[in-house]
Structures are given as C-alpha cells and as structure tokens.
C-alpha cells in the first residue's frame, strides 16, 4: 500500500472573494459572505479552500498588489472576519489556503514608499532600481501586462523593474533582510490557524544575473519576457531557505504558481525530495491557443484536442513517483472550462462540463475546482470594452489597438472574449434573483445574463446537475485509492476527437473515454473481464458508439 500525504488525496476550491458572495450591499465580495456559503462547500465535499487575496491593496490588480500583508483589506472585511472565517471552516473540515504575493508589492506598501523616497534609504535595496542606460531603460523587458517593464522615477532619477503594473514594484529577494521579512509574515498567518500557501508568481522571484536583454523580445510582441525572467539562478535556494525557516516547521499545503517551467522543472520545485513545494501549477496546457502571431493569450484560436493530451500526458508520465502534479482547468486567470474546452450552447453545456470535469479528475494529482466551474457557468461576451475592469485586459487592448495599432477593434473584442480574465471573475451565480443573489447592490463587475438558468439553488435542485457530478467525483477520490495512486497510461495520444486513458494498478484499473466533440464516434475499447461502469454522463451506455461529449469511467478489479 501506498502511504500518502493528506493533501495527495484533497480536492481544493478556489475562492475569488471580490466575485464570489456579499455582505452588505456594497457590491463587492466579502469574508462574511464567504462564511455564509461554508455550508455549501462543505455539501460539494471538497476539502480545502484556496482564498484569492483578501490583504491591504489599492487594486489595481485585484489585491494582487498588497499594500500590507497583515491587514484585511476593509471592502473584505476585517481581521475579525478572518479568524472567525477560520474557525468556522475549521468546524466544518475545510481547510484554508492563502494566497502568497511576495514576488512583487503595491507601490503603496511602507517598504516601497521608503524605497522611492531617496537613494540611501535602508528600503532602498528591498526593490530593483536601475540607473537609465543611455537615457532609456535599463534592458528590453515587458511588462506581463504591456508595455515596459521599468518605469522612471523623477525624483531619484533611476528606473524600477515591474514585471506586471507599474503598481506592482518588484521586490529583490537578492537582499537577505527582505527575505526573512517575508518568512516572518508567512510564520504569522500560520499562527493565525491557515493551513497552507498558494505562491504568485513564485518562479519569478530571482532575476537573471546582470539584467540581460531578453533576446526574443520582439519590439511589437505583448509581454514575451515572462518566460525569460522565469526560473533564474537562485529561486532554489530560496524556496529551499522558505521551506526551511517556514514550511518544514507545519503540516500544511503549498502550491507554486510557476508560469514557464517544464516538467524537469517541476521535479526541483516540487519533487519529493526536493525541500522546497509540494505543487506547481504549470502553465502549458493553459497556452495552448495562445496567438500565432506573438500577441500571447489573445487570440480566438480553438484548442486542438492531441496538443491537449500530449501535454497532459507528458505531465502526468513525467512526474509519476518523482513529484506531484496540480490538476486544473481553469482559475481567476483563465477563461471558463466550459467555454474554452467544451461547448457551452444550451444543447451541449452540461453533458461537456461533465465530459471536462471527468477527464480531469480521474487523473494523478490534486484537482483545483474554481468558484463556479462545479455549476457549469461560462465566459461573458460583452460588446464593448468599457464593460471590462481587469487591468490585463484594459492594458492590452490599449497597447494592441491604440497604441501598437495591430489589432483592430473588433478583432480585438473576440480576443477579449475568448481570453479575458473577466470572464472568470463575473459574480458568483447563486439563484435567478436580481444580481444572481451576489448582491443587493451593483455589482463591481458585471453578473453574466445567464445566471436566471444557471445557478446554483437551480444546480441543488436537480440531481442530475454538474454539481452533484462534481460531488460524486470528489467522493470517488476519498473511496478509491488507484485514483490517487494508479499509473496513468493514454490509448489514443493521436486521436483527434476522443481522449481515453488509464489508470492502472497492480489489482485494478479504470478506463476513462472522453468524446471531445459534438458529433457521435465510435471507438473500440475492450474491456476488461468483470469491467463495470462506474460513471457516465449519459443515462445508458451504448458500447463503442460515444454520442456527443460522452464520457465514460469503467472500473475492474479489487
Ligand atoms: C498571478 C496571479 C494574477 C496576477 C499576477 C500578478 O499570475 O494569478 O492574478 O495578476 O500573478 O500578481
Ligand atoms: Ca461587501
């Protein structure tokens, strides 16, 4: 028998809480109304809880710009709000996981305004200021959100780097006093009773010796550094220093986002034995309709299914008994699962949001379900880009159509469908009641027109609904260990509607089927002696005809 990790075995569910539940009629989501909906968590059955950031900050990315990581910020509640949020999660089970944003600061934290104030303040060093190099910036690097990645400050008259806004001064982890700070922060939330980090951007702490040149930044490209800066000389002996001043001291569970690694990569940042994370999110399977033309994420190009399963399957080969994989589909960052990769017309949205839900989570790793995904909702195709708020999007669309003048306007907005981060930041749908039941007020960000039909009181209601789909294949994974443990080995890697795999153990297996498509195919698989059907999203089973978005689980064995 395997002895596993509790967090090898957990579901998580992020939380986006500005979207996800109000209050007091401000129209913005808050702790308290986080508290409210713990019940519902804990019926979906999930186990931890991944909260995106709930600290002190301007927002001018969303409190992904923290202006000081030991308050709340008030539109969210209070410090209060926080330990009783704890508590009472703590009551039910749940676990909570915060979100961990230490690759950069706001400009309105303390550490940042001392630094900006002079040359010689102690603060000085906390951040990466560069002298101008022949009156312009000190190297070709881009903003992940556009433009520059430095930005001139008149007073000192020297250059600071911002791999994102230029409200989000990167911090320099070369500087050992601001590495401990960051290690005291982390130790002080834990005594506050969280149980775990999800880490920004945490391969992007260490910067390339020297500042060099991107050498692919191609003058007209959107934000290509990103990859290049990822990774550098010392991020390992930082998270190994992180992991032992702060993470070896808990029983608690970590997750690195890590845009640009490979999954050699992943072996040093979350191998087993590697001292530093237990999870990384990596990134491939997210860019996979990334533009041709260079402009990153936007585009409208539709995923093609193989490029889906070799990179899937590479993850999941790759890591097998070396590390542990993240299983997700979709998160603040990303368009819906259901728009991006199955098919959310009315005919078709159930059957493929079950279809995705089942080719994910019968694999190896731990499942992130993100707030709305277990109901089914969808990307927002507003018409005009005033409707949008997310920076990322705001930023693009001037840059690409105003100022690089390479998109057109309208080409431009089928991008912002296809990938704006709003589209997973709408209000969480609650029931057919004015604004979803997210709020008696006006919502800061638009609720899709949607909600009347798809909700969650509609979802509780019908047994047969993507929740308690969900449902069952979160208990499945506490009730069978060869989910967890079984070797995953793909049958059709070239197949370019269907994905079948296996997990195999040394006494069972299951067969997972998947139709990708709208239309029937039919496929054969033969199965083996005393194979039952364990799960399907459909009412029968009709053998090797797999009607549009079929998918099918079998399991034989002890
Ligand atoms: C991560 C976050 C994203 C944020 C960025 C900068 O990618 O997930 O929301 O904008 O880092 O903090
Ligand atoms: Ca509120």
């Given amino acids: 028998m395997v002895k596993n990790n509790w967090w090898q075995k957990t579901v998580v569910y992020q939380i986006y809480p500005r979207s996800f539940q109000d209050s007091n009629g401000d129209g913005i989501g808050d702790i308290p109304g986080i508290i409210q909906r713990l019940p519902y968590l804990k019926e979906l059955g999930v186990q931890v809880i991944w909260l995106s950031p709930i600290y002190q900050s301007p927002n001018d990315d969303n409190g992904y710009d923290i202006s000081d990581y030991r308050k709340v910020l008030p539109e969210f509640g209070t410090m209060a709000d926080m330990q009783e949020m704890i508590s009472v999660a703590h009551q039910l089970n749940l676990k909570i996981m915060m979100d961990l944003v230490v690759n950069h600061t706001s400009d309105e934290h303390e ?25 312009h910036e000190p190297n070709n690097w881009l903003s992940d959100f556009g433009g520059s990645a430095w930005e001139f400050d008149v007073k000192t008259q020297q250059y600071y780097l911002h791999l994102f806004s230029k409200k989000q001064p990167d911090l320099n982890w070369e500087n050992p006093k601001l590495r401990q700070e960051i290690y005291d922060t982390m130790s002080w939330w834990l005594r506050q009773g969280i149980d775990g980090f999800r880490m920004d951007v945490i391969n992007l702490i260490s ?31 930082y998270l190994q220093e992180m992991n032992l001043k702060v993470l070896s001291q808990h029983d608690i569970i970590t997750v690195g986002e890590t845009p640009g690694v490979t999954t050699a990569d992943a072996m040093r940042y979350a191998g087993f034995n590697s001292n530093e994370l237990q999870m990384i999110f990596q990134f491939e399977h997210t860019e996979i309709d990334n533009s041709r033309e260079g402009l990153g994420k936007w585009s409208d190009e539709r995923f093609k299914l193989v490029d889906l399963k070799k990179i899937l399957s590479k993850w999941q080969n790759d890591l097998e008994g070396k590390a542990w994989n993240s299983l997700y589909w979709n998160n603040h960052d990303r368009p819906r699962v259901v728009s991006r990769f199955g098919n959310d017309s009315q005919q078709y949205r159930v059957l493929s949001a079950k279809m995705l839900a089942t080719t994910l989570h019968f694999m190896q790793g731990t499942p992130y379900i993100y707030q709305g995904e277990e109901i089914g909702m969808t990307n927002v195709n507003w018409p005009s880009i005033s409707q949008y708020r997310d920076i990322d999007t705001l930023n ?10 390479r998109v057109m306007p309208e080409k431009m907005m089928t991008y912002v469908h296809h990938s704006s981060r709003d589209n997973a930041r709408t209000p969480m749908q609650w029931d057919n009641t004015k604004n979803a039941g997210f709020t008696n007020g006006k919502p800061w960000l638009g609720v899709n027109d949607n909600y009347a039909t798809i909700n969650v009181a509609q979802s509780l209601t019908n047994q047969k609904s993507i929740f308690y789909f969900y449902k069952k294949l979160i208990a499945l994974r506490q009730q069978m260990p060869i989910i967890t443990n079984g070797h995953y080995q793909i049958l059709d890697i070239d197949d370019e509607s269907v994905y079948t795999y296996k997990r195999i153990t040394k006494d069972s297996e299951l067969l997972i089927i998947s139709n990708f498509t709208d239309q029937v195919q039919t496929r054969h698989y033969p199965l083996n002696v005393g194979a039952n059907l364990l799960l399907s999203n459909y009412e029968d089973d009709q053998g090797d005809e797999l009607r549009p978005y079929e998918s099918k689980v079998y399991f034989s064995g002890i």
């Fill in 396 to 405: 693009a669309f001037d840059d690409l159509v105003n100022r690089q003048k």
């Fill in 207 to 237: 910067k390339q010796n020297g500042l060099p040149n991107d050498p692919d930044v191609n003058a007209n490209s959107h934000g290509s550094s990103m990859t290049f800066v990822a990774n550098g000389p010392n991020v390992h002996q």
């Fill in 111 to 135: 550490w940042f305004q001392q630094s900006q104030s002079s040359i010689n303040n102690p603060y000085r060093d906390y951040y990466i200021w560069r002298d101008p190099v022949a009156g």
